[in-house]
């Protein structure tokens, strides 16, 4: 099977299932989800859009598919200013090399976390100072970092 076509393994439905209970509780309803077009990554999105209000804007986006930190970053520089607050699903290592490039502040321990690993269904929250346009690396605090092992429902069936 191509990778782009592969879904997701019962492991990552069930952190898809803590990730959505995760969400839910957070109280973060983003303006926009830029999702790649991976099979993986669309069951990941439908798995936790529960956890967000109905009709939240959807871009799937060939070009997130295996995506440098790079073109992440220009992607988001690309989102109007009105949007707020976005949720990005897509894949490693760009993800990981996005928001470990973007984060140049926050706790301590989640710095450090976030430095070492940054697995599949990983959830970094970063803020932002600036507008979209003007987004550059080390500009992010690191406000939430999560792993599915982190989330005490991870393993329930």
């Known amino acids: 099977m191509a990778d782009h076509e592969r879904p997701l393994a019962p492991r990552g439905r069930r952190a898809?299932?803590?990730?959505?209970?995760?969400?839910?509780?957070?109280?973060?309803?983003p303006d926009q989800v830029l999702c790649s077009t991976a099979r993986r990554a669309v069951e990941t999105?439908?798995?936790?859009?529960?956890?967000?209000?109905?009709g939240t804007p959807v871009e799937l986006a060939e070009e997130l598919y295996g995506a440098t930190?790079?073109?992440l970053l220009r992607r988001?520089?690309?989102?109007?200013?009105?949007?707020g607050g976005?949720?990005?699903?897509?894949?490693?290592?760009?993800?990981s090399?996005?928001?470990?490039?973007?984060?140049?502040?926050?706790?301590?321990?989640l710095l450090r976390r976030l430095e070492a690993k940054f697995p599949t269904g990983a959830l970094a929250t970063l803020v932002l100072p600036d507008p979209w346009a003007s987004v550059r690396w080390g500009s992010a605090e690191l406000a939430g970092?999560?792993?599915?092992?982190?989330?005490?429902?991870?393993r329930a069936p």
């Open 69 to 71: 930190a790079g073109t």
């Open 86 to 95: 976005v949720l990005l699903v897509g894949h490693n290592p760009g993800l």
């Open 16 to 29: 898809v299932a803590a990730l959505r209970r995760h969400l839910a509780g957070a109280g973060f309803a």
């Open 45 to 54: 999105w439908e798995g936790v859009a529960p956890a967000f209000p109905p």
């Open 76 to 83: 988001l520089r690309q989102l109007p200013e009105a949007v």
């Open 145 to 154: 970092y999560v792993v599915p092992r982190d989330l005490s429902h991870a």
């Open 97 to 109: 090399d996005l928001a470990t490039g973007l984060a140049g502040s926050g706790a301590a321990d």
